[in-house]
């Protein structure tokens, strides 16, 4: 892993290329049926039906399926990704499984194109490590975000310290929540 996580960190752009996409969808699949732990995680971030989700980082839609059926039909999920690929894949699940509540949205830099304080709840699951302007990414998570939203963000390929020292110091969220999976953090308004 330390390999890709090389590759990923001396990358100028954040938008990987085609290839590594790919392959990372093929370890997903390998992880996936080895250890099948999503369904589990995801009972943790406290999604209820009617929720709008944003699953920011969707790659390949693993998390945004999850959450499409935790939210329901009266809910909703954008799943937000800087690839095309991860737009295509989710799209293709939304064909496939007649998922009626998920729009995919293909993110420009940090701008994600949603409007502002939609989301009940945004997930950023590793995903965070990528990130070179945290400062910049984490206000447009927080742009739109509700004001009574919050935000699950795990730490990826990076130690705890600097995932927290990232969010306190852009100033947008405080951290109310910390398990060893994730950080909760609600939108900070001085
Ligand atoms: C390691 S994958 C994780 C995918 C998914 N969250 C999961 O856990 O299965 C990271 C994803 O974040 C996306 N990403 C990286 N930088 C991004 C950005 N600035 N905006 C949106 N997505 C981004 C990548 O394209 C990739 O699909």
């Avoid at 969808?25 to 992880?31: G, L, S």
């Avoid at 939210?71 to 989710?90: M, P, Q, S, Y």
């Avoid at 701008?111 to 910049?136: Q, W, Y």
Wanted: aromatic content about 10%; proline content about 3%; overall charge positive.
């Amino acid at each position: 892993m330390s390999f890709i996580k090389n590759i990923v960190q001396k990358r100028k752009t954040e938008r990987m290329p085609d290839w590594h996409f790919k392959f990372m969808n093929i370890i997903f699949h390998v992880i996936d049926f080895i250890y099948p732990y999503i369904d589990k995680r995801v009972k943790k971030f406290g999604l209820k039906p009617g929720m709008t989700v944003v699953d920011y980082g969707c790659g390949p839609g693993r998390y945004t399926t999850r959450f499409a059926r935790l939210v329901g039909r009266h809910g909703k999920v954008f799943a937000v990704d800087i690839h095309e690929l991860a737009v295509e894949a989710v799209k293709e699940k939304i064909d496939k499984y007649g998922l009626t509540n998920i729009e995919a949205v293909l993110a420009s830099g940090y701008g994600s194109r949603l409007p502002g304080t939609i989301a009940d709840v945004v997930c950023a699951l590793d995903m965070f490590h990528i990130i070179k302007n945290h400062t910049e990414f984490l206000a447009e998570l927080k742009r739109i975000t509700k004001n009574s939203g919050y935000l699950v963000i795990d730490d990826g390929h990076q130690r705890r310290s600097v995932t927290k020292a990232s969010i306190l110091e852009s100033g947008h969220w405080d951290i109310i929540e910390e398990t060893r999976d994730h950080l909760k953090c609600k939108p900070k308004y001085t």
